[in-house]
């Protein structure tokens, strides 16, 4: 059986990191910035917090970066 993985538009974290991810296309994609969590609608009460094990099964993605 195939590990659960999350589903595209989770933000998440681990207890191990401060970086935030978005959840896209199975791709884990870092937020740059907390101004562009900000600027893209997110809520900090939104985070889910999750195990290291479970973030890496998403491989990473291009940076989220408002900035570009």
């Known amino acids: 059986m195939d590990p659960v ?3 595209d538009g989770d933000i998440v974290k ?3 990191s401060n970086s935030i991810y978005v ?3 199975s791709l ?3 937020i740059v910035s907390a ?3 900000l600027k893209l609608g997110y809520k900090w ?3 889910i917090t999750v195990a ?3 973030l890496s099964l998403h491989s990473d993605g ?3 970066n408002l900035n570009k």
Do not use: A, G, M
């Open 23 to 25: 959840i896209e296309n």
């Open 35 to 37: 101004d562009d969590f």
């Open 62 to 64: 291009e940076l989220v």
């Open 14 to 16: 681990t207890n191990t």
């Open 45 to 47: 009460t939104n985070i």
């Open 5 to 7: 993985r999350l589903t």
């Open 28 to 30: 884990k994609r870092p």
């Open 52 to 54: 290291d094990k479970l």
